[in-house]
């Protein structure tokens, strides 16, 4: 599949593997994001996989999206038993987590698959989150060539400016304000130091 999927967020499409960059300000910014992504995928019939930060934003989420679907197609989790399972962060685990949730939708029939990450997990004092742009990049490895998007979620009224600069460094494509951009400070393999 090389065509464009359309993402839900602003007709903007994306070509499978994506590993898009979300950034928003407040709840209500990324519920519009969420429920535009997923809402989308559902209706297209995709499997979607997504990590909110709270119980409370997941039945939120729960409540606005299409009904109907299948009860396999939409994963809600939660970062303690993804992110942070065993109280800690850990990239390889995060990834082994990824690439089994993509096999397993492809043996549920599912064509393609929709990941989201809500980030502000990685603002909790557990160990392995000095990780977080290290993980962003690899996840890079993981998606590029599967049939899936990846949209990672980062509030820019939580994240300091220095994560910021180094999350931007990890993502391909950055989206702001409902304009998605090619970035010329992503750093292909190779070049992430650290």
């Known amino acids: 599949m090389t065509e464009l999927v359309p993402s839900g967020i602003d007709e903007i499409g994306l070509l499978p593997g994506s590993h898009i960059c979300a950034f928003y300000r407040g709840e209500d910014a990324r519920d519009r994001l969420l429920e535009a992504y997923l809402g989308t995928g559902l209706r297209a019939g995709d499997k979607c996989v997504c990590i909110v930060d709270s119980d409370r934003t997941a039945s939120r989420l729960s409540e606005r999206l299409p009904s109907g679907c299948p009860g396999s197609q939409l994963d809600l989790l939660q970062p303690e038993t993804t992110y942070l399972a065993g109280g800690a962060f850990t990239t390889g685990r995060m990834l082994q987590f990824w690439t089994d949730s993509i096999a397993r939708a492809e043996r549920e029939g ?59 460094k990890t993502h391909p494509q950055v989206l702001v304000q409902g304009i998605l951009v090619e970035n010329p400070y992503y750093l292909g393999p190779g070049q992430l130091a650290g």
């Open 110 to 168: 599912y064509l393609f698959c929709r990941l989201v990450g809500e980030m502000t997990w990685a603002l909790r004092d557990a160990p392995g989150v000095d990780q977080l742009a290290h993980y962003e990049f690899e996840l890079n490895r993981v998606t590029a060539t599967s049939p899936v998007i990846v949209l990672c979620l980062y509030d820019l009224d939580l994240f300091g400016g220095e994560v910021v600069v180094n999350i931007v």
